[in-house]
Structures are given as C-alpha cells and as structure tokens.
C-alpha cells in the first residue's frame, strides 16, 4: 500500500472522531453578539423571612428577566461541554435528578428571578445527579439543541440530552 494512500486512509479514519469532539462553552457563548445586553442580576436572598417566601409554593412567582431572549442558532447539534449549576425537575424515587435546568449561578430559578432564557438550559439524563450533590457545579456534556421549552420555574432557549455529567474541578479545562 503506498504511502499517500495510507495516510489518506488514516485520515478519513480520524476525520468522524474530529467531528463529534466537544467543544468547552461559557455561558456568554450561548448569547448572540448582535443582542442587545441583558441584564443579569443574581443577587442572592440573605434575608431568611424572603428565602421562606421564595421557596413556598404560595409566595410571589419570581419573574423572570428576558423570557425571550435571543438564542446562538449556530450551536444548534453542536456537541458541547459547560459547567452549571443544577436546578431539579424531576427527581427518581432512589433520589436522582433525571431533568433538570442547567443555570450559571447558584440559586438561579430559586432564591432569585430566573436568568435569561438563552442563559438556561434544559436537561434530561437517564443516569442524572443525586440529589444531595446539587449544592456544587457540575460540566454536563451533549448535543446541544437550540429549541424553547417551558418549564413550571423558567422560559429555556436550549436542550440537551446529557451523555456525561461530573462535577466542576476549578484544574479541569
């Protein structure tokens, strides 16, 4: 076999491994350069009375900050990895959390007004998070989706069916 086209071989070999490689995010990522700026404000709840009433079904609804906010089309199947913090819809009976809103700060969705919606992402997990890690950031990796969904807490401008979720390590990246 020559040379020339072994290597071709091994190239065409490599390129699908090239193509699903996934790519790291930051949360401004998932923000269009043209949009106009947003204002993101999450100032947590230290007053414990607001806490109790934030948290109570019979409080106040937060109100979230753009609930149409423009979304990256670009990423859309993109596979991609970005660390977050975990916001629980659907828990299992042994404990997990199987669908959830991927957040960048804690208490997002809360203890505060929900962010933007192309700064929420909304999970699924056949695996998912055990519910008393939800504390600490995760990296949650998939495909993106550019797709809007509804939840009970937020308006979301993406989805991903995670395929690996771990938790954030500051010597990670």
């Known amino acids: 076999m020559s040379r020339h086209l072994l290597a071709t071989l091994l190239l065409t070999l490599c390129l699908p491994l090239s193509a699903a490689e996934v790519r790291e995010i930051t949360w401004s990522d998932l923000i269009p350069p043209d949009a106009p700026p947003q204002k993101i404000d999450p100032t947590p709840i230290h007053d414990l009375s607001q806490l109790a009433d934030a948290l109570s079904e019979a409080g106040p609804a937060a109100v979230q900050q753009s609930p149409a906010a423009p ?9 991609v990895k970005l660390p977050g913090y975990i916001v629980p819809l659907d828990v299992t009976e042994e404990g997990r959390v199987v669908e959830f809103l991927l957040v960048p700060y804690f208490g997002a ?3 505060v007004p929900p962010p ?5 992402i909304h999970i699924t997990s056949e695996l998912g998070v055990l519910l008393d890690a939800l504390y600490q950031p995760f990296w949650v990796e998939g495909p993106l989706k550019v797709e809007h969904v509804s939840s009970e807490l937020a308006e979301v401008g993406y989805q991903m069916e995670a395929e690996k979720i771990y938790p954030y390590e500051l010597s990670d990246g």
């Open 71 to 79: 979304v990256v089309k670009a990423l859309d199947g993109q596979q």
């Open 109 to 111: 969705c809360i203890h």
């Open 116 to 120: 933007p919606s192309n700064q929420i």
